[in-house]
């Protein structure tokens, strides 16, 4: 299997990004909605929001690495024939990566106020604090306050959290089995790890 993406399939590393950010970013939706639904202890609680802070950092980490190595690639040919398909494909990819971003950064905005004024800290899966914006001075020069911010930041967070992604999401993942079962073309095979040769 070769490392670079080529023109029929992804390559290894093109590949395990998917599936680490993938499986990254369904474990932070299912934290939340843990924290939400289903816990019924202050540990549970605790432990499910903190889950979803560090999972949701190491999604952000994750994408900016996703998104390097795509710049470094080629992308493996699309299965279509008509170039509309091929563009509609190509936005909804873009808008996966915009929301694999949108995401951790709107919710640790939706926090850095928080975690600025001592009320509270993340602890990023136990190994160390996270810091605050305010520690590293990003909004003073432009005169933007964190408090400002968390307001707009956890309005956008959650809209997009319970409105929007997880449609794009359950859409992107119908996609993908629609191509395998029904078209049966390649789509989903150049990014699963069998052999195809
Ligand atoms: C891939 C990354 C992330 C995804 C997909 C995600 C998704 C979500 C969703 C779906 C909700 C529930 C929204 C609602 O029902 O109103 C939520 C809530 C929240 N998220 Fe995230 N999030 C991510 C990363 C982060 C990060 C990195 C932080 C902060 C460091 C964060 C902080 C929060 C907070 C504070 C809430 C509100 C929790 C509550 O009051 O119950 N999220 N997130
Ligand atoms: C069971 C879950 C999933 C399956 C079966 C799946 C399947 C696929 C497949 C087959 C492709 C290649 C599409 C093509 O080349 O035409 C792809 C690409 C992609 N997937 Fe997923 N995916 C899943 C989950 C996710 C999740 C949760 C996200 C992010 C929220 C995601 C983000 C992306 C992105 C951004 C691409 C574009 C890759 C690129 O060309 O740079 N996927 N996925």
Excluded: C
């Excluded at 190509?90 to 919710?107: Q, T």
């Excluded at 990023?124 to 909004?139: G, P, R, V």
């Excluded at 003073?140 to 929007?164: C, M, N, W, Y």
């Excluded at 859409?171 to 069998?194: N, Q, V």
């Amino acid at each position: 299997m070769p490392l670079k993406n080529t023109a029929e399939t992804y390559g290894t590393i093109a590949k395990t990004l998917h599936w680490v950010s993938a499986g990254l970013f369904l474990i932070s939706y299912g934290s939340i909605y843990y924290r939400e639904w289903l816990a019924e202890t202050d540990l549970e609680n605790w432990a499910a929001i903190q889950l979803h802070f560090s999972v949701g950092f190491t999604v952000l980490v994750v994408t900016l690495l996703r998104i390097i190595w795509r710049l470094l690639n080629r992308q493996p040919e699309l299965e279509f024939t008509f170039s509309f398909q091929r563009f509609a494909i190509r936005i909804g990819h873009y808008l996966l990566y915009v929301i694999l971003i949108i995401m951790p950064i709107s919710g640790y905005l939706s926090i850095a106020d928080y975690l600025a004024s001592g009320r509270g800290s993340v602890s990023y899966f136990l190994m160390f604090e996270m810091t605050s914006l305010k520690d590293i001075q990003l909004f003073e020069s432009i005169g933007l306050t964190l408090k400002q911010l968390e307001g707009p930041a956890d309005t956008v967070h959650s809209f997009l959290g319970s409105r929007i992604v997880w449609l794009l999401v359950v859409g992107h993942i119908s996609a993908a089995l629609y191509h395998h079962f029904i078209s049966e073309d390649r789509t989903l095979s150049k990014m699963t790890f069998h052999r195809t040769d």
